[in-house]
C-alpha cells in the first residue's frame, strides 16, 4: 500500500462510517451501551480533518497520525482499540513492512493485546482475524469479510460490554466486527482505485 492509496483508504473509510453510523448504533444498542456509531462517527471525522490539515507524505506518518487521532479523540473502546490496530500496523510497517499481510497481522497483534480477545469471543477479532488470513493468502474478498461478520450473530459474547448480556448477545452482529468489516471494504476499494 502507498501513500495515496493509505490516505484514499481512510476517505473511503470514513463515508461508510458516516453512512452506517445509525446502524451501528443500532448494533450496538441491544448488547453494548449505544455508542459505538457515534464514537466512530467522530473519530474518523478527525482523522480525514488531521490527514487535510497535516498532509502526511509517507504511509509511516499516516499510520502513526490515525493511531493518535483515533486514541486522543474517541471514547468508549473504539479508541483505545482501534487505535491500538492502527499503533500494531505502524509498528510492523516499520519493522518490515514488505507484506502488507503482515502488517495487518501487526494490527489485530495489537487488538488482542489490548482487549485479550479471541477468536470465537464475539469481537472485532472475529472479522480481523479471518481477513489476515485471507490477505496472506491473497485471497481477500468481499464475500470473506461479508461471511466473518455473519459469523458473529451465533457468537456468545465472552469480552466487553456485550458478555455483561450473556445468553442474550446470541443472534446479534457484534458492532466492532461490522465496523471492522467496513474497515476492510474500504481497503479493498482503496486498492482497487489504483
Known sequence: ????????????FNEKIQQEKDYLTQLDTPIGDSDHGNNMSRG???????????SPDSLEELLKLVTTTLLSKVGG????????????????????????GKV??????????????????????????PVVQATENEQLRDEVIDEAVE???PLKAKKG?????????????DPGAYSSALLFHAMLEAEAEQ
Open 44 to 54: 474518523m471525522a478527525h482523522v480525514v480533518k488531521a490527514i487535510d490539515t497535516q
Open 151 to 153: 459469523a458473529t450473530k
Open 104 to 129: 495487518l497481522q501487526g494490527g489485530l497483534e495489537s487488538i488482542q493485546k489490548r482487549g485479550k480477545a479471541e477468536v470465537g469471543d464475539k469481537t472485532m477479532i472475529d472479522v480481523w482475524a
Open 77 to 100: 473502546a473504539s479508541g483505545p482499540l482501534y487505535g491500538s490496530a492502527f499503533m500494531g500496523m505502524l509498528k510492523t510497517y516499520q519493522g518490515d513492512g514488505s507484506s502488507w
Open 161 to 173: 460490554r456485550a458478555s455483561y448480556v450473556g445468553e442474550r448477545s446470541i443472534g446479534h452482529i
Open 1 to 12: 500500500m502507498d501513500i495515496q492509496t493509505g490516505i484514499r483508504w481512510m476517505e473511503l
